[in-house]
């Protein structure tokens, strides 16, 4: 993946970068996920972004209301201080994502350090942006729309903070808009941080139109909320 002229698969950067790399993203329709098998180091993160003017897309099959779809866009369950710049993700289960250490809810904590900037996730099954289980969650200057539509799989939001650790969450700058919870019709807020999330920060940030609640918080402390707008949630 040198250069522009012999650029390489999306599956093949994901695998090859190593800590301290800058995969770029040309312009185009990707119709493959972004899973990385990787990870940075405090001292060298591992970035991910789109090519000068560019608009790379990561587009999935788009799973239907009844499909046992669990397909993330851009998602990592070992990659952390990694970082994502001017991608769109859409038509997957999840759009960006880590997971829970093991795949299943614990209380050990998870692959965290990510920072998220300039990015769109929309038409998903579940949610646009979803955070497990760790500490060192940045999102900047993104959009979160229309997704949720999954009626097998819920617990379904825009931005989703879960059991997210330490006092570095921040979401700011970010629009969140008609998302909804098509299976239980219990979320489908704009922006939620859930079950024992700590020290979250949320700033100059826009909710509207969603199926849920604008802000939620659940079970979560240390929570701040500064010069946020709602809008018919």
């Not at 299943?104 to 497990?132: A, M």
């Amino acid at each position: 993946c040198a250069t522009r002229a012999t650029p390489c698969s999306l599956s093949s950067s994901a695998s090859g970068a190593v800590a301290g790399d800058t995969v770029v993203l040309m312009d185009g329709i990707y119709k493959s996920s972004l899973y990385i098998t990787a990870t940075g180091t405090s001292a060298a993160w591992l970035t991910y972004k789109a090519d000068e003017c560019a608009t790379p897309i990561l587009e999935g099959a788009g799973p239907g209301p009844m499909a046992d779809d669990q397909s993330g866009g851009v998602g990592s369950s070992v990659a952390e201080y990694v970082r994502f710049q001017g991608i769109v993700v859409r038509g997957w289960n999840i759009g960006f994502g880590n997971g829970w250490k093991g795949g299943v809810d614990s209380d050990e904590l998870s692959n965290g350090h990510w920072e998220i900037e300039n990015c769109i996730s929309y038409s998903n099954g579940r949610s646009g942006f979803t955070f497990f289980s760790a500490e060192g969650f940045s999102l900047k200057n993104s959009i979160s729309a229309h997704n949720g539509s999954s009626q097998v799989h819920s617990w379904s939001s825009g931005v989703t903070l879960f059991e997210a650790s330490g006092t570095g969450n921040r979401v700011e700058g970010t629009v969140s808009f008609e998302n909804t919870d098509a299976e239980r019709h219990t979320d489908g807020s704009g922006f939620i941080v859930d079950e024992e999330s700590n020290g979250s920060t949320f700033i100059n940030n826009i909710g509207f139109g969603n199926a849920g609640s604008c802000f939620r918080l659940t079970r979560s402390s240390g929570t701040k909320f500064i010069n946020n707008t709602c809008y018919h949630n």
